[in-house]
């Protein structure tokens, strides 16, 4: 299976983008979706994940500002990403799951951009 991230772009700090991740298959409905992201210098980090139950977590950082939804009829999982920071800057990833580890190849990513 393969992963396609779009969406991502320069914003300055308290803006919003939406973030797309389309699939080869129709699998988002069998396993838990995460989205990810690697800032430079940094080790990939799962941002947020939801469940083929639509059941959702995010990390720390991102809680309150970040949804992560799953879009059935156009077979994507998307992240709205709200009240950006400059520490958000980084490229974004999706990726199924398998328990907490992530299971599928790695796409191109979507680089984020948020300037002060």
């Known amino acids: 299976v393969q992963f396609v991230e779009s969406g991502g772009g320069l914003v300055h700090a308290g803006g919003s983008l939406k973030l797309s991740c389309a699939a080869s298959?129709?699998?988002?409905?069998?396993?838990?979706t995460g989205w990810y992201r690697q800032a430079p210098g940094k080790l990939r980090e799962l941002v947020a994940h939801?469940?083929?139950?639509?059941?959702?977590n995010y990390a720390d950082s991102v809680k309150g500002r970040f949804t992560i939804s799953r879009d059935n009829a156009k077979n994507t999982v998307d992240l709205q990403m709200n009240s950006l920071k400059p520490e958000d800057t980084a490229v974004y990833y999706c990726?199924?799951?398998?328990?907490?580890?992530?299971?599928?190849?790695w796409g191109q990513g979507t680089q984020v951009t948020v300037e002060s």
């Open positions: 939801i469940t083929s139950s639509d059941y959702t």
């Open positions: 298959a129709n699998i988002f409905r069998i396993y838990t």
């Open positions: 990726n199924i799951m398998v328990g907490s580890a992530a299971f599928g190849s």
